[in-house]
C-alpha cells in the first residue's frame, strides 16, 4: 500500500529536504506552511517533476482548529495517513531570561509543544487499530537544545524541545499497542533560516570552529534519519532519538 506522509514546515529549512527525499522513495506526500506559499508550491513541483506526488496546505500548527481543517483536508482528498513528521518549530530572537517575557514564553511552546501534540493526536486518530487504521510512523524534530539548554540564546525554546522529547517518551509508549511507532531525532546548527529569526544569520559560522566535525549540518543529513525512522526498517524502533548535531 502507497504510504501517506505529512511533514509540517515542509516548505523550506530541515522539512523541505524530507518532503524531496520521501517523495522520491515512493511516499504521497503532503507538506504544510505558516505563510510562505510560494516556496511550498516549489517544492511540491519539484516533487512533480521528478514523478513523485505531493500537495501543499497552509495551516498554524499552534492554532487546533486550522491543525483540525489540515487533517480533514488530508480525510477529504482520501488520503491515509501513514507517517508523520511534527517538524514545524520556531524560535525568537536571542535573550537572556532577563528580557523574557509571558507572551514570548507562550508563542514558542503553542507552536513547539502545543502544535506538535495537536498533530499527533490528530494523526492517532486516523492511524490507531482501534479507529480501524493500518498503525503507522510519527517522527517529532526535537533539537540538540533539548540537551545543550541553549543558554543566553534561546533557554525557552530549548525547554519546548524537552517537552518534545518527553511526549515522544510517553505517547509511544501510549500508541505502541495501536501499531503506531514514534520516534525523535535531534538536529543541531543545520544550515536554515532559523539562526536569521534568532538574530543570528551567521550564528553556524560563528561556532562550527567548536563543534567536534567542525562544521554545521545540511537538511538532507537529518532527512536521512526522519526517512528510516518512518520506515520498515526501523520497525522496532520506537520512544528512541536519534542525535544530527555533529558530535555535540
Ligand atoms: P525554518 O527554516 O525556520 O523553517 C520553519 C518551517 O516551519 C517553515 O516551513 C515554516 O513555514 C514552518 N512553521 C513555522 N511556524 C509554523 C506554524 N506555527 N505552523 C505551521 N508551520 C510553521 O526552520 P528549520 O531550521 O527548518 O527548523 C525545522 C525544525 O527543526 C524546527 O522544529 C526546529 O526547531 C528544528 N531544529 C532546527 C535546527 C537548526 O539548526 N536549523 C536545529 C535543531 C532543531 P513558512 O515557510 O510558511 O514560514
Known amino acids: 500500500m502507497e504510504k501517506v506522509t505529512l511533514i509540517t514546515g515542509g516548505s523550506r529549512g530541515i522539512g523541505r529536504a524530507p518532503a524531496l527525499q520521501l517523495a522520491a522513495e515512493g511516499h504521497w506526500v503532503c507538506l504544510s506552511y505558516l505563510s510562505r506559499r510560494e516556496l511550498a508550491e516549489n517544492v511540491v513541483e519539484e516533487i512533480r517533476q521528478q514523478g513523485g506526488k505531493a500537495l501543499a496546505l497552509q495551516a498554524d500548527v499552534a492554532d487546533e482548529s486550522s491543525v483540525r481543517a489540515l487533517f480533514t483536508e488530508l480525510d477529504r482528498r482520501r488520503l491515509p495517513l501513514s507517517g508523520l513528521v511534527n517538524n514545524a518549530g520556531m524560535l525568537l530572537p536571542q535573550s537572556s531570561i532577563e528580557h523574557l517575557d509571558a507572551a514570548r514564553v507562550n508563542a514558542i511552546l503553542a507552536t513547539n509543544v502545543t502544535g506538535t501534540l495537536l498533530c499527533a493526536r490528530e494523526a492517532v486518530r486516523r492511524m490507531a487499530r482501534r479507529h480501524g487504521g493500518s498503525g503507522g510512523a510519527i517522527v517529532n524534530v526535537s ?8 543558554p543566553h540564546e534561546y533557554i525557552d525554546y530549548a ?9 515522544i517518551l510517553g505517547l509511544a509508549k501510549e500508541v505502541a499497542p495501536q501499531g503506531i511507532r514514534v520516534n525523535g531525532v535531534r538536529p543541531g546548527f ?6 536569521a529569526a534568532g ?26 534519519a526522519i526517512a528510516w525512522l518512518l520506515s520498515a526498517r526501523a ?4 520512544g528512541s532519538f536519534i542525535d544530527l548535531a555533529g558530535g555535540v
Open 199 to 224: 538574530g543570528e544569520p551567521g550564528r553556524i559560522a560563528r561556532v562550527q570552529s567548536t563543534l567536534p566535525m567542525r562544521r554545521g549540518g545540511q537538511p538532507r543529513e537529518v532527512a536521512e
Open 143 to 150: 533539537s540538540a537544545a533539548a540537551r545543550l539548554g541553549a
Open 235 to 238: 520497525s522496532y524502533v520506537t
Open 190 to 195: 543545520i544550515d536554515t533560516d532559523m539562526h
Open 159 to 167: 525547554a519546548s524541545k524537552g517537552a518534545v522529547d518527553t511526549l
